[in-house]
Every structure is written in C-alpha cells, then in structure tokens.
T-cell receptor
Framework: AAGVIQSPRHLIKEKRETATLKCYPI?????VYWYQQGPGQDPQFLIS???????DKGSIPDRFSAQQFSDYHSELNMSSLELGDSALYFC???????????FGPGTRLTVL | SQKIEQNSEALNIQEGKTATLTCNYT??????LQWYRQDPGRGPVFLLLIRENEKEKRKERLKVTFDTTLKQSLFHITASQPADSATYLCALSVLYNTDKLIFGTGTRLQVFP
C-alpha cells in the first residue's frame, strides 16, 4: 500500500539559510499535517491543511510557512534557520472521517 | 496546565508476558485517544483509536481501555515479543474532526527473551 512520502530524508543547512521540506500524502487522503520532533521529545503539531486550505495552526514560528498544492502535496518552508530548528520533521496524512493519521518517514534537519 | 503523561521510566518485561502502558491526562476533554508505535528515527505508526464513548478496543494482541472519569487510558500488549520493543505514544484529539494530535511523553518498552 502507498505510504506518505517525504523528501529529502536528510538535510544539512547553515544558520540563517532556508529549507524546503516536501510531503506527498497517501492518495485520496484529504488532510495533511506537519509535526516537529526534537531529540528525546514527543512530536509537536505545527500546521495542517484540509482540502488544500489551512485548517489548524500550532506552535509554528513566523519564520515557517506551509502550503498545500492542487495535487495535494505539501511543502514546509523554513527561513532564517536557527540551531534550535534541528529536529525530525514529520508529515502525516489522513482521511478526515477516519481520524487516524499516517506518518511519513520524516526529514531530519540539521542546522549548523 | 494541560498535560499528557505516560510511564516516565522505560518498561522492561520478559517475552510472553503482558505489557501495560499508562496514559494520564489533565485538563483535556478528548473526543478520542490514539496509540502509536515509534521506532528510533522513524515516523509514528498508528495502532489503535478509541472514542470517548468506548470503554475498550482490541486488535490482535493489543487492547486499549479508556476511562474518561479517571482521565486515563491503558494500553496492553499480550504475549509480548522482542519485536514489540519500541516507544509507544498516546495522543489525544480534543474535538471530533479536529486536525492536531497532542502527544504524550512516550514510554519506551523493552521486551527481552
């Protein structure tokens, strides 16, 4: 069965640089979520999209933005990167009526 | 403040025994609660979902209970196997059809032969 695809899997950036993370949800899923997981921490919700419209927002810094495109893939854009942004970034998708979320393999971002 | 707490220490059990993991929450009224498994460096994998009006749910060797009075969920793995070793996360959704999951702190389970 198709799973959530994320790219890249690993990303190394310098402070103050910009990063773009991509997510391809499971076909026919109508909702996409982004989570950030720091070392030894639980995943923290960043933002979500339902049918290409932003549906909820969590503790996402103003330096981050995200969107969902017509083909349902989503991108998380991160600017002015800081050392503290180093984390695993997960994308998840769901069919809203069923509620359970399916997570991708994550992008490990390292900011030097 | 709102909190979701799980067994703070790692849980070590012998193969074949039943593992019981606890999830306690305060100041939430969840519509439903989910359990996920996470292996190091990988994304969480959905296991079970239980709604506020359900007491118990089962799936193969897994069982979850939900007590909204005690504000607690218990997650059981029967006949545990070394392959069950992982971190288990509980997660709440506060409203039906809400977007975000609020995760607990996770419990690391180690099943030894």
């Amino acid at each position: 069965a198709a799973g959530v695809i994320q790219s890249p899997r690993h990303l190394i950036k310098e402070k103050r640089e910009t990063a773009t993370l991509k997510c391809y949800p499971i076909p026919r899923h109508d909702t996409v979520y982004w989570y950030q997981q720091g070392p030894g921490q639980d995943p923290q919700f960043l933002i979500s999209f339902y049918e290409k419209m932003q549906s909820d927002k969590g503790s996402i810094p103003d330096r981050f933005s995200a969107q969902q495109f017509s083909d349902y893939h989503s991108e998380l854009n991160m600017s002015s990167l800081e050392l503290g942004d180093s984390a695993l970034y997960f994308c998840a998708s769901s069919y809203r009526e069923l509620n359970e979320q399916f997570f991708g393999p994550g992008t490990r971002l390292t900011v030097l | 403040s709102q909190k979701i707490e799980q067994n703070s220490e790692a849980l070590n059990i012998q193969e074949g025994k039943t593992a019981t993991l606890t999830c306690n929450y305060t100041n939430y009224s969840p519509a439903y609660l989910q359990w996920y498994r996470q292996d190091p460096g990988r994304g969480p994998v959905f296991l079970l979902l239980i709604r506020e009006n359900e007491k118990e749910k089962r799936k193969e060797r897994l069982k979850v209970t939900f007590d909204t009075t005690l504000k607690q969920s218990l997650f059981h793995i029967t006949a545990s196997q070394p392959a069950d070793s992982a971190t288990y996360l509980c997660a709440l959704s506060v409203l039906y059809n809400t977007d975000k999951l609020i995760f607990g702190t996770g419990t690391r389970l180690q099943v030894f032969p």
